[in-house]
């Protein structure tokens, strides 16, 4: 696998260089094409199993854009990455052991064919993280291709976007982009409409969606409705089971005596010819920040997820799971988050955050420092520091570990 993602790179990736770079002194072509990145290096350490594991990856991106005429753009880029240390890895080995144990004694095969079942290898990739084109008129924005699609105002969650999930602990790190179809028409000044298309195979298995957002009374409030296939997996007879669902949701922020406040929801019904209202659950989120005078940034979520459990005694590997998969919605109903950031000086960036399981009481802490090296560089150190019942709880799970990610821009 590693030797032919680096051919890929080779007879792909490298050709398209020096073209770009010839091109750059032409000033006919210098317009319409531009080229940029950025290398970057991660080292993640944890503590799982009574071992500390240390995992290493490289990474380069390359951003290849252009300006095809006034109405028509072009945006790309690639990356390559490459992973060192313990690559090798089973997801059993990050779960409560007491949710293992109960699985694997839960089958009467050997347990080793059960566990060889959740390797998990870190293998190098190769891929278009996104690939667009945009097209733009008066009234009328569209975009083709592999794209962001940044719905949703909240900071970890975002239960309005069907689209994108992020890493609780990394939330603003990039996402990989979606192949879709977006069509954007401006009704007003601060009134858009926009319709998205996500092709799945079938009609019916695609996933489709339109949100209206307007500018009210110092607001900006959106309303959307999205038809998707909700996809999840049954762990005990290894078999994917698709829901489709309509999804009714809104969000909003704003400000209010000084603090900004945001939020959103999404109720997610049953579009199956079923009905049944058991399958139909509640996702939301409200949120609070604070700017002080000297820089001083505090912010906090709280995050109900009615679809998780009360208990965290009732937590199994189907939940765990699908936890891990495309929509991570939490094992939990109730969460908070909390997070401070203050810039020290001009090149220091000191955060610190937390994030609570409500439900089952655990908790994870990760502060984390921000050092600029000069204009183009960048070194992110953070910590991983969790809490609660080792055996049973989401959190408490995991064990202590750090990470370091250099990123060098050019």
């Known amino acids: 696998m590693r030797n032919r993602t680096i051919r890929i790179f080779i007879f792909v990736v490298l050709p398209i260089i020096p073209p770009v770079c010839y091109a750059q002194h032409d000033s006919t072509v210098l317009d319409k094409l531009r080229i940029s990145g950025y290398f970057e290096n991660q080292l993640l350490g944890q503590a799982q199993n009574s071992e500390f594991s240390l995992t290493d990856y490289n990474l380069l991106r390359l951003n290849l854009s252009a300006k095809i005429d006034e109405k028509i753009s072009f945006f790309s880029n690639i990356n390559y990455r490459t992973f060192h240390g313990r690559t090798e890895q089973n997801i059993l080995d990050f779960l409560p052991r007491t949710v293992v ?19 998990n290898p870190l293998n190098d990739d190769f891929l278009f993280d996104n690939a667009y084109v945009s097209i733009y008129t008066d009234k009328v924005n569209v975009r083709i291709g592999k794209q962001q699609l940044p719905w949703g105002t909240g900071y970890i969650w975002n239960p309005t976007n069907i689209f994108h999930t992020r890493n609780m602990l990394d939330p603003t790190y990039e996402l990989t982009g979606v192949n879709a179809l977006k069509v954007e028409y401006l009704l007003s000044d601060q009134a858009t409409v926009t319709a998205v298309m996500n092709v799945s195979g079938k ?5 489709y969606a339109i949100k209206l957002k307007n500018h009210i009374s110092g607001f900006d409030v959106s309303l959307s409705h999205v038809y998707f296939q909700y996809t999840t997996t049954d762990f005990y007879t290894f078999s994917d089971i698709r829901e489709p669902k309509h999804q009714i949701g809104a969000d ?21 010819k079923a009905n049944t209202t058991e399958a139909n659950f509640l996702n939301a989120l409200i949120g609070l920040n604070y700017y002080f005078a000297n820089g001083l940034y505090m912010f906090g979520e709280y995050y109900f997820n009615e679809n998780g459990r009360s208990d965290h005694r009732d937590y199994d590997i189907n939940d765990w799971m699908n936890y891990l998969g495309p929509y991570a919605e939490g094992l939990g109903q109730h969460y908070m988050f909390y997070g401070i950031n203050l810039p020290v000086g001009t090149y220091w960036n000191v955060s610190t955050f937390a994030l609570w399981n409500v439900s089952d009481g655990s908790y994870m802490v990760y502060p984390r420092v921000e050092y600029a090296i000069g204009n183009n560089t960048e070194l992110i150190s953070q910590l991983f520091l969790p809490n609660g019942r080792s055996d049973s709880t989401e959190f408490g799970a995991g064990g202590i570990g750090g990470m370091i990610r250099l990123r060098i821009y050019f």
């Open 101 to 119: 144990s109960n699985y694997i004694n839960g089958f009467g095969q050997p347990s080793d064919e059960i566990v060889k079942g959740f390797d």
């Open 203 to 207: 009609f019916d298995n695609s996933n």
């Open 252 to 272: 909003f922020s704003g400000s209010i005596g000084g603090f900004g406040i945001y939020g959103e929801g999404a109720y997610r019904l049953d579009a199956s």
